[in-house]
């Protein structure tokens, strides 16, 4: 069920004479072993990567956009398979592999269609000359993904370069290494030519450090860690290469008191505790207006408190493990410091059972601000339930911290609506709802949350550089 994992290079698919395990984190389990690439196989990755570019520049955004659809046709006609091996490498529900699945497919159907949408502008000029405004893919993309969402961290950054017209290599996260692997298979069968797309595993800052310096590299995407982000960054900058960052958040949720509270507090505790917890975008600050703090809480534990936590084979399940035991350590750390600095623990707190990477469903209360959780996101299933008195308070908590990527809010009342949309520092607010991005909406943050957006119309521009040609029909 899970499949031989390689290098894909050049449009082949390489072992090399190193490999290290990748573990099912709900059985600790192996499961396979991805191979790590040697300097010689980053270099291979750049010479294809470079030949792939000269052809799929010169390719029309028809046919590339022909090539990305028949890509993603084929990992919808594969759901089975490849939500199959992301539960088994990742741990989440295959309930909610397959959604995952469909929308990596729906990531590259939109980019398909904004391969055909890259459009110019012609400036006035006066008579004998034009000015043209050209957008032209940037070049060899060097990027790398997370473990969250196997499948789809990839496909945001393949799908943007591709449909822009650049090539890429892919670093994959070595944890979940079987989504990434899935969509290069679909876009080798799909006919993509050789070079355009290459998948390379192994040590990270290795590679990054190795990659990121190279000429032929013009764009370095990631999507992780603030603190890795920062470094990548600092790395491109000595090269001017520009970069794509897709960090860390903490996201708030403001829950105002004219809001249907019980439907607020259930939405809360599931939304939180789906991929347990590690989502950038994960409702994890709740701040209750007081009049309706009991209840919004006492509802969200309950709910809390009978989430089905197991393997994500299992019928029924509704959250998987963690991804590591590094994950179990950090959030034993957060809960222990919140308590030991006032915090009520409602729910959870601990490891879930002895045999994977389990935590329970966890709900801190009356969290005090010296508390690490209320600046360090927790990247797990935790969630911060605090009383506040107003909107302005609350607002003044959402932005207290160094992150501003996902926020959110419960209510109807148009002044509130207005105010948050005003003041609330996140590149992406949601109101009533807990989804904080789709395939047609800009992704990503403010602050130490990132820069540049994914999806959207705005997406493929990052992949994207921009050429003014002025053309003088005589000689001036
Ligand atoms: P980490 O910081 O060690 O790694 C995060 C990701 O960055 C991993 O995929 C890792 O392979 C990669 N990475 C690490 N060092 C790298 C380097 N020098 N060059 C290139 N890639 C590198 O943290 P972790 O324990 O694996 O994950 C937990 C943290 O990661 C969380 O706190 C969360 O903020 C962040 N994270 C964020 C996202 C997201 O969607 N924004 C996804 C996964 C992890």
């Known amino acids: 069920m899970y499949p031989d994992l390689k290098l894909y290079i050049a449009?082949?698919?390489?072992?090399?004479?190193?490999?290290?395990?990748?573990?099912?984190?709900?059985?600790?389990?192996?499961?396979?072993?991805?191979p790590r690439a040697s300097r010689r196989d980053l270099d291979d990755a750049l010479s294809a990567a470079v030949e792939g570019f000269a052809i799929w520049r010169r390719t029309a955004p028809r046919e590339r956009a022909n090539v990305i659809l028949r890509a993603a046709a084929l990992m919808r006609e594969r759901l089975e398979e490849i939500a199959r091996s992301i539960t088994l490498e990742h741990g989440k529900?295959?309930?909610?592999a397959r959604l995952e699945v469909i929308r990596g497919a729906e990531f590259f159907e939109w980019d398909a269609?904004?391969?055909m949408r890259t459009y110019g502008r012609v400036i006035p000029s006066g008579p004998g000359e034009s000015f043209t405004v050209h957008h032209q893919p940037c070049g060899v993309v060097a990027a790398f993904s997370p473990w969250n969402f196997p499948m789809s961290q990839p496909a945001r950054k393949i799908g943007g370069a591709l449909a822009a017209g650049c090539s890429i290599i892919l670093k994959a996260a070595e944890e979940t290494p079987a989504g990434a692997l899935?969509?290069?298979?679909?876009?080798?069968?799909?006919g993509l030519p050789r070079g355009v797309l290459n998948l390379v595993f192994g040590d990270p800052a290795e590679i990054s450090g190795y990659l990121i310096p190279q000429e032929p590299v013009r764009l370095v995407a990631f999507t992780g860690s603030t603190v890795v982000g920062r470094?990548?960054?600092?790395?491109?900058?000595?090269?001017?290469?520009?970069v794509l960052m897709e960090l860390g958040g903490h996201a708030p949720v403001i829950v105002c008191e004219d809001t249907d509270v019980e439907k607020a507090a259930i939405s809360g505790a599931v939304r939180k505790y789906r991929n347990a917890g590690q989502v950038c975008t994960s409702p994890t600050r709740f701040?209750?207006?007081?009049?309706?703090?009991?209840?919004?809480?006492?509802?969200f534990v309950r709910r809390a408190a009978e989430t089905v936590v197991g393997n994500g084979l299992e019928d029924g399940v509704e959250m998987g493990p963690l991804a590591n035991e590094r994950r179990i350590t950090a959030l034993s750390e957060l809960v222990e410091d919140a308590r030991a600095k006032g915090a009520e623990v409602l729910a959870g707190g601990k490891r879930h059972g002895d045999k994977g990477y389990f935590f329970q469903p966890t709900v801190l209360a009356n969290v005090p601000e010296a508390a690490r959780v209320m600046q360090e996101e927790p990247f797990g299933p935790l969630a911060v339930i605090n009383p506040v008195p107003s909107l302005d308070a609350a607002i003044a908590q959402a932005?207290?911290?160094?992150?501003g990527l996902a926020g959110y809010a419960f209510t109807n009342r148009a002044d509130y609506l207005a105010q948050l949309s005003e003041e609330v520092e996140v590149g992406n607010l949601s109101i009533n709802t807990l989804e904080a991005s789709m395939p047609e909406t800009p992704f990503g943050g403010v602050k130490s949350s990132g820069y540049g957006r994914e999806g959207g119309s705005e997406g493929i521009s990052n992949y994207m550089v921009i050429k003014h040609v002025w053309h003088s029909s005589k000689i001036a």
């Open 11 to 34: 449009g082949e698919w390489r072992k090399t004479s190193e490999d290290l395990a990748v573990l099912n984190p709900a059985t600790e389990e192996e499961i396979g072993r991805h």
């Open 93 to 96: 529900p295959l309930r909610q």
């Open 113 to 115: 269609g904004e391969a």
């Open 182 to 190: 899935h969509i290069a298979r679909a876009f080798e069968d799909a």
């Open 231 to 242: 470094h990548l960054t600092t790395l491109a900058s000595e090269h001017m290469t520009p």
């Open 287 to 299: 701040f209750v207006h007081d009049s309706v703090y009991e209840r919004f809480r006492d509802t």
């Open 399 to 403: 932005n207290s911290v160094p992150y």
